[in-house]
């Protein structure tokens, strides 16, 4: 759990209970998830901790300030009484994506048996455009749901969709909309393609990806690949537990780590120095400062080698990369 939650659940706990659920209001399912979680989890807190967290809290509220809040709202006004209602309708839909998609969002609140159900039966190109709406862990799950036939063939339509008309889009809403009641009003647009694709197979579980793969490989070898350089970047290294970094670091040269490293971000290099000895740590620090520019080439290849022991330690079942393998593949 990290420390972001934990500190909002903390802070939730001691607003009281009206005060909580009107800021629980403003989050999406998976932050209220989180933070509920956390909170039932919350036992035996002292003055300190609590007294710590609204200093933070505070802090961060004084770094803060209102310029983009409710921006939506103040924009939507100010072209609307700067262009006309028709003119500002169609510019707002191109800087906004101002498609209202609150049918489909409030998918992300239902349980993924229950979308699987509502949607299994409903034509492929369908079902993909739902789907590419949702968050990829429970794309993932719905999936698993479906027939096999169907869910191979929405996952090449996900890798392949590069668009929806906005009326389709709304019509489809509006069928949504109809089967359920309330729900978030949130804007956003259309996700689609090769990394979509590639988010939600990372959830599927081994066998079932193997199985998914091999019918996108069998239509288009490409595509194929395109999917699979998606699924491991190197960045996703960040998901892996400490336990799991260490794991990793046993098998992978300390030159190669460097070389890669020049092409990580800060947080990765931080997680990755914290499963150091602080003696290796440091010398880690002082070669990745001293070693000059490394051509790009170079720290893909040392990157992309790494990523084959993650992958394979992945598959062994030491590691779990990004919610990845099968529930209960083993106690």
Known sequence: MSDGVQNSAIFLMTLGENEAAEVLKYLGPKEVQKISTAMVALSNLTRDQISQVFHEFLVAAAEKTTIGMDSNDYIRSMLTKALGDDKAAGLLDRIMHSSDTSGIESLKWMDPGAVAEMIGNEHPQIIATILVHLEPDQAASIMK?????????????????????????????????????????GKKSLKGGV????????????????????????????????????????????????????????????????IALKGAGEELREKIFKNMSSRAAEMMREDLESKGPVKLSEVEANQKEILKVVKRLSDEGQIALGGKGDEDAYV
Do not use: C, W, Y
Not at 204 to 224: H, I, N
Not at 232 to 237: D, G, H, L, T
């Open 145 to 185: 749901m479906l027939t096999d036939r169907t869910r191979n063939d929405v996952l090449l339509r996900i890798s392949t969709l590069d668009g929806v008309q906005p009326v389709a889009l709304r019509e489809l809403n509006d069928v949504l909309s109809k089967l359920m009641s309330g729900g978030s009003t």
């Open 195 to 258: 990394s979509t694709a590639a988010e939600i197979l990372n959830f599927m579980g081994g066998t079932l990806e193997a199985e998914m793969m091999e019918k996108v490989r069998s239509f288009d070898p490409d595509l194929a690949q395109k999917i699979e350089d998606k699924m491991f970047v190197f960045e996703n290294i960040l998901e892996v537990d400490d336990r799991g970094i260490q794991l990793i670091l046993r098998e992978v040269q300390s030159e190669a780590l460097i």
